[in-house]
């Protein structure tokens, strides 16, 4: 597959260096030299750089956008991404995707104007980060919580404490076909490991959980996490479009209050936010003094959302000291994700890692209907479906050698509930099944799942 990338920035750079694992023909374009040198001195990445304008017609052509199965725009100006997109469309791209800032473009009533226009699909990373942080929020006690196939299965991201009634116990003597969840991967240090039956549970590890909504309350038992309160009050530093994107999807037992400095920026949210349940405080978030004052202990979430990472980090260490359980760090600085970590804040939302999931997923020949990053596991984990004809139709699990790093966590077939996939379980066409693989290894999974005789597929 030829992809254009138009945009060296975070977003651009990180998909590229994703796609420089696999057998792809990648072309990045941005008009400054230290970005793209500074990608390329980054590691040993597999694609060709060119210095020019993504708008300029002759600097595309160059670019071969011609011939591209799939042109994608993420500069910083939304403008600019519609613009490339349409000229790239125009020249002949296959495909194209833009990233904007404007959430009523991703209305779906609005996708078959965009098509005119020739922008094929919208990446809006503010909403995509908004809807991991409500997702986040469901429940305190949670790293990451993610509800797949229509919510048959969840999987739940969580870190162990001395309370864990689960470590020091091979996972072959831990689990059986009857034991309720997968432990499905698992954070340790800087390290991602994807289990086997030898693989044990530490304290501190967060571990990825794979299980059914029913069996929630007994994996919160086990990891030993009973005394996390339920959330009901939220405080939200910051209030840029993804505060007001959580405010907005909050459900309604919430009560939040968002701490906002710009005086302007506080009228225009309450024009925004009417809801009688959201209050909107002017103040510095920085300043513990507001934030008890505010409240901040009877708090069960605090969401650090500004645009400064550093800031973001610093407030969550601060409210966690004060006793709230739940933390939430915007980290957009990607050097920082591992060390944020390192501090036990919290759920990490890193935007830039999101979106980039979001436009992978768009590229799999595989039906892959929703993939996910990790954010702070070398791991991504994704929801495909089971082609006619497919490797993984024809063969009971254990037989199907699957390649090291990658594991199946559970599939929904037809209306069903969903189950846990063990090695006897025979998956059929159709079925959605979950998996989980090191960053890098879902292309794999096109030769397991899409059927044998298929050709070129871009989506």
């Not at 503010?126 to 919510?151: F, M, N, P, T």
């Not at 920026?265 to 909107?280: A, F, Q, T, V």
């Not at 379980?425 to 099944?433: H, K, M, S, W």
Request: one cysteine or more; hydrophobic letters at 40%.
């Amino acid at each position: 597959m030829k992809i254009v990338i138009a945009g060296a920035g975070a977003v651009g750079s990180h998909l590229a260096a994703l796609l420089s694992r696999e057998d792809q023909d990648i072309i990045l374009i941005d008009e400054s030299p230290e970005k793209t040198a500074r990608l390329l001195n980054s590691g040993d990445l597999d694609l060709m750089t060119l210095n020019v304008s993504p708008t300029s017609i002759s600097g595309l052509r160059e670019g071969g956008v011609h011939q591209c199965d799939l042109f994608i725009a993420v500069t910083p100006e939304e403008t600019r991404n519609i613009t490339c997109c349409m000229l790239a469309h125009t020249l002949g791209a296959r495909k194209t995707i833009a990233r904007v800032d404007t959430a009523e473009y991703t209305m779906p009533q609005y996708s078959d104007l965009f098509r005119q226009m020739g922008v094929d699909s919208i990446i809006y990373p503010e909403g995509l980060a908004a809807r991991e942080i409500l997702d986040g929020l469901k429940r305190s006690w949670v790293r990451q919580y993610w509800e797949v196939a229509d919510s048959a299965l969840v999987m739940l991201g969580i870190k162990l404490r001395e309370k864990a009634r689960i470590t020091g116990i091979a996972l072959r003597d831990l689990c059986d076909a009857q034991t309720p969840y997968h432990v499905v991967a698992i954070k340790r240090g800087d390290d991602t490991i994807i289990p086997s039956g030898n693989d044990e549970l530490r304290n501190g590890d967060i571990v990825y959980f794979m299980t059914k909504k029913r069996h929630i309350g007994y994996i919160r038992e086990i990891v030993g996490k009973e005394d996390y309160a339920d959330v009901r009050n939220v405080m939200i530093m910051g209030g840029g479009r993804t505060s007001v994107h959580v405010a907005e999807g909050k459900p309604d037992f919430y009560n939040v209050k968002i701490i906002e400095r710009s005086e302007e920026r506080c009228h225009r949210l309450n024009e925004l936010l009417e809801d009688s349940d959201i209050r909107i405080i002017q103040g510095d978030g920085r300043n513990t003094a507001l934030l008890l004052e505010e409240g901040l202990s009877d708090m069960q979430a605090f969401c650090a959302l500004t645009p400064e990472t550093e800031t973001n980090i610093l407030a969550c260490l601060a409210a966690k000291r004060m006793g709230v359980r739940k933390t939430v760090a915007m980290v957009e600085n990607m050097d920082y994700v591992s060390m944020a970590e390192k501090l036990d804040i919290g759920t990490i939302i890193n935007k830039k890692m999101i979106a980039a999931s979001r436009i992978y997923q768009m590229m799999l020949d595989t039906d892959a209907q929703n993939v996910k990053c990790l954010t702070i596991a070398n791991a991504d984990v994704a929801e495909i479906v089971v082609g006619e004809g497919s490797i993984v139709a024809e063969k009971p699990v254990r037989e199907l050698r699957l390649p090291h790093g990658i594991t199946l966590g559970g599939y929904v077939r037809g209306d069903s509930q969903g189950d846990l996939i063990n090695g006897n379980t025979q998956l059929q066409p159709g079925d959605r099944v979950v998996v989980f693989c090191m960053s890098g290894l879902i292309k794999m999974m096109d030769r397991y799942f899409s059927k044998k005789s298929s050709g070129f597929r871009l989506f």
